[in-house]
């Protein structure tokens, strides 16, 4: 459980039969992301799911006081193999910490695994760019702040540079 915060309230009292629209104003949670709000605190929600911006994000008022529960979706990394082969389960944020998984895609040609990026990199780059991270295998990864954070294999070359020549007088 992680602190929720930019929770709208309404101090508003309305009528039975008042058409009452859902706040704009979205609840964040670190590793989440907001999916809407339930009329029912019933979990797993069974109620009516209402969303700002939908079609359904209108309440009508029934005869009793009503409480609203916020739904959310854990966020998750997805692993690329950016130009190697195969594919790796998601990693689904579940409330503790992370770590980064072992690499199972199979390398291209003449490159090995040498961890990820937060962006795709150019094989044989093995430095992210400027406001990317990598991470090595089994690394702490933060809280996923998105849906979806994809992270991209790096791959550094194998090939082997031949010594320089040593010159003896």
């Known amino acids: 459980s992680t602190t929720v915060t ?8 309305y009528a039975t ?11 964040s949670r670190s590793g989440y992301t907001f ?6 605190s019933t979990v797993p929600a069974t109620g009516t799911l209402y969303a700002a911006g939908t079609a359904n994000d ?25 130009t190697g082969t195969g594919s790796a389960s998601d990693l689904t944020y579940a409330g503790s910490a992370l770590t980064a998984i072992t690499n ?14 937060t962006s795709a990199l150019a094989a044989g780059t093995t430095t992210c760019n400027s406001g990317d991270t990598k991470y090595l295998e089994s690394a702490s990864l933060p809280n996923p702040e998105a849906p ?10 194998t090939a082997t540079t031949p ?3 040593v010159y003896v007088p």
């Open 58 to 82: 209108i309440y009508t008022m029934g005869t009793s006081n009503l409480g609203f529960y916020a739904s959310w979706t854990a966020n998750k990394y997805r692993f690329n193999p950016n």
């Open 104 to 117: 199972t895609f199979g390398a291209p040609s003449g490159y090995e695994f040498d961890g990820w990026c």
């Open 6 to 13: 930019n929770l709208p309230t309404d101090s508003g009292q």
């Open 17 to 27: 039969g008042d058409s009452v629209t859902v706040s704009a104003d979205n609840p």
């Open 163 to 165: 010594p320089a020549p």
């Open 35 to 40: 999916a809407g709000w339930y009329d029912t």
């Open 148 to 157: 979806i954070v994809n992270l991209y294999a790096i791959w550094k070359s």
